[in-house]
């Protein structure tokens, strides 16, 4: 096996052991996301710096401190229905749903760039750009962490878990087989690394990483917490989520390719940037979103 290979596997199983070893640590604090939320904060912040990095090899500087902020205040807006709801300032009889803080922030954020775009505006031309790029940045980024930050706090550790374990199992699955056996290029003007053999090795260890959550650490671990969704739920949990988690492999590809990137930082060799690690679970948490919240895996 080359040495690459054996490097980026190894790595990704630490990698995914870490973050399942902190989300067990999460599982039994008093708050949720009291060890999780440290490590997101960081996450977001070089993940939001690369996406920066990458915008600015294209000629486009939106405010970095704006787009820092937006993502932070994103993030974090995520807790407030745990100690205050922002709603009852208005009305007590408010159907509020504990996710409308987020679109709450977003809003707020959108103003904010606005704002931030209008204060430093000199001549035109660029500003366009500059809140569009701030406004991606801070949906791709903060909104996508928001998912799983209510992944964790909706449904529990487990359901963030189970993003991580399938995604991650699935990014393995494509570097192992594609690399072992991988021989019809599936987007080579794209990603030229990325072959149908691969996809195919992705979605078959994110499906039996789904079958081995779902049917057996779930109700050994923590049995009777969770409510049961479809007992055939982690056939399609471990296909959708495992198809959105190569999608936002090519979508975070398809933004280095256009400004010429290999990586979006060499911040880990082997893998790159943060936003090479992550660029998979983006995508892929508002996909496991929804299927916690229609009940196929839990509830």
Not at 81 to 102: G, K, T
């Amino acid at each position: 096996m080359p040495t690459m290979l054996r490097w980026r596997i190894l790595l990704g199983i630490v990698i995914t052991a870490a973050l399942v070893g902190l989300c067990w640590l999460d599982h039994y604090a008093s708050v949720p996301g009291a060890w999780l939320f440290p490590i997101a904060v960081v996450f977001i912040l070089l993940s939001g710096r690369e996406v920066l990095q990458l915008s600015a090899a294209a000629g486009i500087r939106p405010l970095a401190w704006m787009v820092h902020c937006g993502n932070l205040l994103l993030f974090t807006s995520n807790w407030l229905p745990l100690r205050w709801n922002i709603w009852n300032i208005f009305s007590s009889e408010y159907p509020a749903a504990p996710s409308n803080e987020p679109l709450f922030a977003l809003a707020i954020v959108v103003l904010l760039v606005f704002g931030g775009e209008m204060y430093r505006f000199q001549k035109p031309g660029g500003v366009l750009t500059n809140v569009s790029v701030a406004v991606f940045t801070i949906v791709y980024i903060g909104l996508m962490f928001s998912c799983m930050a209510q992944l964790r706090i909706t449904w529990g550790i487990w359901a963030l878990a189970s993003l991580i374990v399938v995604v991650k199992a699935g990014d393995v699955g494509a570097y192992t087989v594609g690399r072992l056996l991988g021989r019809t290029k599936m987007v080579p003007i794209l990603s030229p690394g990325k072959t149908v053999e691969g996809a195919i090795g992705a979605l078959t260890f994110a499906c039996a990483a789904s079958w081995l959550t779902f049917v057996w650490l779930m109700p050994l671990t923590v049995p009777g917490h969770y409510r049961a969704g479809q007992s055939w739920g982690w056939i399609p949990f471990g296909l959708l989520v495992g198809v959105a988690g190569m999608v936002g492999d090519l979508a975070e590809s398809l933004i280095k390719r256009d400004v010429g990137r290999k990586d979006s930082s060499r911040w880990l060799p082997g893998f790159g940037g943060v936003l090479d690690i992550v660029d998979s679970l983006l995508l892929a948490a508002p996909v496991a979103w929804f299927c916690w919240a229609l009940g196929v895996v839990g509830r």
